[in-house]
């Protein structure tokens, strides 16, 4: 096991990891909601043209709203798209919601996933699906919007208004598409008091419920009859579905994998499972992905809070040959850092983001990690990440997404009066 402590700063061995001026002529920009009173980046995707769509929630005079925008590749809003550039909804009349997810599918459709708040406590996962022009596609659930409601109400979950913006908690929401156009989407049940489970739903194209996939469209996943909560979701090439997220309290990393049909991989770590801690504290994956035969986990512990990546085999066990198979805890600054998603380079490199955590001391923060999980020293002066501060209070970056060309681009949001949503590039290389 290893901790990293990071504060000294070095002089640049070059120039990945810094801001990209030549983006938005300062590196960052703002994304645009008309209307709007606040906003903050969920999630980023890159369409065929290379354009980035933002996924977000919004405020407005009338509480909180999806949002999602398309800029161009230069960092400025694309006109074209919504309204000014944008996308500002509900998923049911009435309702409170929030945009988190963004994919462009094959078609050049864009497909949505946030959480509809149907009360001031409780959500449920919901999907919009727009054509490449940000109009609702008719054909998909309601006149383009779905809200997934299991029996038994499986797929409420709570709501999470108490926690500080940036910090993980209950709200969670990932989704991926096959080929064959079907929709995987994780969710969080909340039982009475504190009580969860994950839940593994797939949709049909058109937003019903998969009859094929577990016999009734979802699976329930509690590891060991404890609180299980899942962040992330993982297809993978050959069908089969990794989930990755938390047990128990204090937390362990959880990470499973199921059967394209929906059962239990059993041959996958222990009876399908693998729960773990980072040097005997609490675990939390927030994002889990696939690179060079192995998959890697990243996140945090807690007590104390640290930036946490863990590689596995394939098949779910420690890769040895990474430090020694255990969690790499990498500490930024005396107040805590966390990473939030990841994204695979083309030649197997890997780049994480997240953000240092505690009022004026939270800012961005990007590495670079080579495709055995260790560091990349050839990025950021040296150190293989590189801490941003964009303005004059709390910086979270929470989503992640690599051009064609290499540049790497970060998004999240910045506190100056309200919290606007941002988008950062820097330089890969």
């Known amino acids: 096991m290893t901790t990293q402590n990071a504060f000294a700063l070095l002089t640049p061995l070059n120039n990945a990891g810094q801001l990209d001026r030549r983006f938005a002529h300062t590196g960052i920009a703002q994304v645009y909601f008309a209307g709007s009173r606040s906003s903050m980046t969920q999630g980023l995707a890159l369409d ?5 769509l933002v996924a977000a929630k919004v405020g407005t005079a009338d509480g909180s709203r999806f949002g999602l925008a398309r800029m161009l590749a230069d960092g400025s809003a694309d006109l074209s798209f919504g309204v000014q550039g944008s996308v500002i909804g509900e998923f049911a009349p009435g309702f409170e919601a929030m945009g988190a997810k963004v994919q462009v599918l094959a078609d050049g459709r864009i497909l949505l996933a946030g959480l509809h708040y149907e ?30 409601c299991l029996p038994g109400d499986l797929s409420i979950g709570s709501r999470d208004p108490w926690l500080p913006p940036g910090v993980p908690g209950a709200e969670a929401c990932d ?30 194209a058109n937003g019903a419920l998969d009859p094929d996939f577990n016999k009734r469209g979802f699976v329930m996943i509690r590891h060991l009859l404890l609180n299980t909560w899942l962040n992330s979701l993982l297809l993978q090439e050959d069908g089969r579905i990794i989930v990755a997220g938390s047990i128990d309290f204090p937390q362990e990393g959880l990470v499973a994998r199921y059967l394209p049909d929906g059962r239990l991989d059993e041959r996958f770590a222990v009876d399908g499972f693998l729960a773990f ?8 994956v927030s994002q889990v992905l696939y690179s060079m035969e192995h998959l890697h986990c990243f996140g945090s512990s807690r007590d104390p809070i640290r930036c946490m990546a863990l590689s596995l085999h394939s098949n779910g066990r420690p890769a040895s040959h990474n430090y020694a198979g255990h969690p790499h ?36 923060i990007v590495a670079r990690y080579l495709p055995d999980g260790r560091l990349d020293t050839q990025f950021g002066n040296g150190h293989g990440w590189q801490r941003t501060r964009l303005g ?17 681009l970060v998004g999240g949001y910045s506190l100056d009066g309200n919290y606007r949503a941002v988008v950062a590039r820097y330089l890969n290389q």
């Open 48 to 52: 065929a043209q290379g354009r980035l």
């Open 119 to 148: 009360n001031a406590h409780r959500t449920l996962p919901a999907l919009a699906l727009f054509d490449a022009h940000g109009a609702p596609d008719p054909t998909f659930g309601d006149n383009g919007r779905k809200v997934v």
């Open 175 to 204: 989704i991926a598409v096959q080929d064959d156009g079907k929709i995987l989407l994780i969710a969080n049940h909340h039982f009475e008091l504190a009580d969860h489970a994950g839940m593994l739903i797939r949709l049909t």
């Open 392 to 408: 004059r209070s709390l910086d979270t970056a929470n989503s992640i997404a690599v051009q064609a060309d290499g540049h790497i």
């Open 329 to 364: 805890l990498l500490e930024i600054g005396p107040s805590g850092c966390q990473w939030s998603a990841a994204q695979c380079m083309a030649d197997g490199r890997i780049i994480a983001a997240g953000a240092t955590i505690g009022g004026i001391e939270a800012d961005f």
């Open 277 to 284: 801690k980072a040097q005997g504290q609490s675990a939390m």
